[in-house]
């Protein structure tokens, strides 16, 4: 028997570890801050690899692949790319039995080395736009480290495109915000808010970033993407450049993005329960485990076995199914070596979205017992109804997790205007807090040392144009220049 999981209310933490290592998403690896990705982790992703890959590809970019070795060189030419990362660097010195004459960084980020390529493969403006991006593992190096959510070695995808001009940029590192943002919502089940990062917080060589924000049940906020406008910090650093149409030479333009392995760690954070992992139909595989329970009879094992392959033959090519925005994954469990209790709570622990039970009662009534994961109400289905049944409620699931995790958001974003309330409110209640902030760093340092929350985001309106305030900064009061932010605390 497994290992109890700790309550959320207990110790959140504690039972954020219990649910990745009893479900067997991941373990800690030999080397501290890395981790190993289990197949039940590998898996979902996959899952965010393959529909996301489609959604970056749509926008006309194309996936290649770089070095995981950057020259020290490369990294020192930006300024504020190399105080940011510089810290977390992690450097090869030696290699082949000898001292490197150039050190070589274990890549952080792409922007640089793929800087030095697009210098050589841009001429002119026909070259334009160039958009590259790559699925690959990055290092940075972690003092504290948590399974998914931060660690040294991470996967991610970091989408590089370079562009005319800084209008064409803005609007690619938008377009990315977007596609990030229906990616989490329609896949992940996953409500973000989208807000633009402060001076304070924004990527090291960005003219912008831009991030969606997602709210954990612990009422904490996690960074799920973002997508930067570099301007042309990086272009001028290696001399990234085009012959435009009017014969001059001119600074290409460009953006960076990316979301990573992190994901998974909000998955969990997002949507799970006591008794393990819930996980959205469209990231999770399979989608219905079909469990055969023999009674004492063993003249009905055979009839059993007989119709739990009927009836996934019958699921899987039915009309109803084929409607399903993914292809319908259905396991059998025909193990007789573990018990109906056992495979009942591992299947809970893992977070398969439909149990689906065949006894010899439920073959007297021409019927499984169904259950969904995220509501774990036991009804009975006759087979007839049975394709129609799944695919309801898959669509039901995956809606269903969006809505609860959304409403719990709204039930804890406090609109707030006097600091006194804050500081008291975010001590004892965590959530996201609206506020007004005049947009100078004083302040929102004041905020990150007095109650440990940090500016997440400056709130954007439809058009994407930062929400002007038309009230007094929370901390200081002062009228001008202020703008609608968030503030919370976060991984
Ligand atoms: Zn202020």
Redo the contacts with the bound molecule.
Sequence with gaps: MAEKITPRSQDFSKWYQDVILQARLADYSPVKGCMVIRPNGYSIWEKIQSNLDQRIKSTGTRNAYFPLFIPESFIQKEAEHVKGFAPQCAVVTYAGAKDLEEKLIVRPTSETIINSMFSKWIQSYRDLPMLINQWANVVRWEMRTRLFLRTTEFLWQEGHTCHETLEEAEKMALKMLTIYTQFCEDVLAMPVVQGLKSENEKFAGALRTYCIEAFMQDKKALQAGTSHNLSSHFAKAFHTVFLDKDGTQKLVFQTSWGVSTRLIGGLVMMHSDDRGLILPPRVSSPHVVILPIFGKDPSTFTKIKQKVHELKKMVLNSVEIKTLPYPLEIHIDEDETKQAGWKFHEYELIGIPIRLELGPKDLDLNQVTFVRRDLGKKEGVPFTELSQKITEELLAMQKDLFEKAKKFRMDHTHLISSYDEFKKKIATEGGFYETS??Q?V??ETKVKEETKATLRCILLDQAFQVRTSQNP?V????KSNTVNVLFAISY
Excluded at 475 to 478: A, E, L, N
């Design positions: 902030w005049c100078n004083a302040c900064c901390v200081c009061s002062s």
